[in-house]
């Protein structure tokens, strides 16, 4: 087999930046300590580049969602370090997690019972304090089930952390109250923007995951997280329009004057959605190019009207500010990173 070459798109993590976002979060996580969130492909920037940045910045604790998250992570962190959020699911599960030595985190009477057949040992606990989506009730916390667990970290999670409502306190609260109820080493109830509510939240241990990857979810956060993220992709072709000539599917630009275009080896199907069309901006050094027309599959076309330098061929930088991004685009900052595809070359 001939050698690839590389991909015309890259997508860059500052791991330096990576590491000191973890080290902020950790140090305004007061006395408690940050873990992180790295499911979902390290929120789309790589499980392993980003599980090995943070391990080697003093991080310990990292949380996946699905059981098919660990052995990737396997391969950077020690397997009593990994956490399961969505818990077992079915016996396969629980006897997988048994073998491996990733932490599950149980969620409901159900999954307590199939991890006690399954060999039981040490896990987490999550409960559900308002949030309604998953997560032991605290009704149920009385189970015989329950009270057998090995419980490292108690668990909660925040339904509104990014916003100001009472519904904060009150898990919070409830939470509090609920710790006295069941034997546990640890508790843990704050994500990103919980970190920022207050040394109430803190407890023992934090969840980051958006704000490690650049993300703003609270305005006390801006001074504190830097981007960590850069998306390049090449130019392929170069063209001159006249005026009055469209560009793209279904032709929703039309050239004001005579123009030159560019068309970008980056489409929605690499995770730079059709919500960019005729809005994003990419660039050039300093030089902003925005987008024309509707964005395809595999490319987007720039106008390059104030880079008469560049040539097919050069590359161009998506300007990818995760809070302002998100302004522009309507996706979420979480969408915004998770949703960037598998083209990319990581690094
Ligand atoms: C994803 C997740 C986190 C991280 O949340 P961010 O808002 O990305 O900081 C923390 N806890 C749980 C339970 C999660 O599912």
Same mark, same amino acid.
């Given at each position: 087999m001939p050698d690839l070459p590389p991909p015309n798109l890259k997508l860059t993590v500052d791991r330096a930046a990576l590491a000191d976002n973890w080290r902020a979060l950790d140090r305004l996580s007061g006395e408690a300590r940050a873990g992180a969130a790295v499911k979902a492909d390290g929120y789309g920037l790589g499980v392993k580049l980003v599980a090995s940045t943070l391990a080697e910045a003093g991080c310990r604790d990292f949380f996946v969602a699905h059981w098919s998250e660990v052995p990737d992570l396997l391969d950077? !962190? %020690?397997? *009593? /370090?990994?956490? +399961?959020?969505?818990?077992?699911?079915?016996?396969? *599960?629980?006897?997988?997690?048994?073998?491996?030595?990733?932490?599950?985190?149980?969620?409901?009477?159900?999954?307590?019972?199939?991890?006690? #057949?399954?060999?039981?040992? &040490?896990?987490?606990?999550?409960? =559900? @304090?308002?949030?309604?989506?998953?997560?032991? %009730?605290?009704?149920?916390?009385? =189970? &015989?089930?329950?009270? /057998?667990?090995?419980?490292?970290?108690?668990?909660?999670?925040?339904?509104?952390?990014? #916003?100001?409502? +009472?519904?904060? =306190?009150?898990?919070?609260? +409830? $939470?509090? #109250?609920?710790?006295?109820?069941?034997?546990?080493?640890?508790?843990?109830?704050?994500?990103?923007?919980?970190?920022?509510?207050?040394?109430?939240?803190? $407890?023992?241990? @934090?969840? %980051?995951?958006?704000?490690?990857?650049?993300?703003?979810?609270?305005? *006390?956060?801006? =001074?504190?997280?830097? /981007? !960590?993220? @850069?998306? *390049?992709?090449?130019?392929m072709q170069i063209r001159n329009l006249e005026e009055g000539e469209t560009v793209g599917y279904n032709a929703t630009f039309t050239a004001p004057r005579a123009m030159r275009i560019g068309t970008v080896a980056l489409g929605y199907a690499d995770g730079y959605l059709r919500s960019w069309s005729g809005k994003g901006r990419m660039r050039s050094g300093e030089t902003i190019l925005p987008v024309v027309g509707r964005v395809s599959m595999d490319m987007t076309a720039v106008d390059l009207g104030d880079a008469p330098q560049l040539k097919e061929g050069d590359w161009i930088e998506a300007v990818y500010d995760l809070p302002e991004a998100s302004r522009i685009s309507g996706l979420s900052q979480y969408e915004l990173l998770t949703v960037l595809g598998s083209r990319f070359e990581r690094a």
């Open positions: 950077v !962190v %020690p397997a *009593e /370090q990994i956490s +399961v959020l969505h818990g077992p699911i079915d016996a396969g *599960e629980a006897a997988y997690g048994i073998a491996v030595g990733a932490r599950p985190i149980i969620n409901s009477v159900r999954q307590a019972r199939l991890w006690h #057949e399954a060999g039981g040992g &040490p896990c987490h606990l999550m409960l =559900d @304090t308002g949030m309604n989506r998953l997560g032991l %009730p605290i009704a149920a916390i009385g =189970d &015989p089930a329950i009270a /057998q667990l090995e419980v490292e970290v108690l668990m909660s999670h925040l339904q509104c952390a990014d #916003e100001d409502v +009472v519904a904060n =306190d009150r898990q919070r609260a +409830v $939470f509090d #109250e609920a710790r006295g109820q069941i034997a546990h080493r640890a508790a843990s109830l704050s994500n990103s923007a919980g970190i920022a509510l207050g040394s109430g939240y803190h $407890f023992d241990l @934090t969840r %980051p995951g958006l704000s490690l990857y650049g993300g703003i979810p609270r305005a *006390e956060l801006a =001074d504190h997280i830097r /981007q !960590v993220v @850069t998306i *390049e992709a090449a130019i």
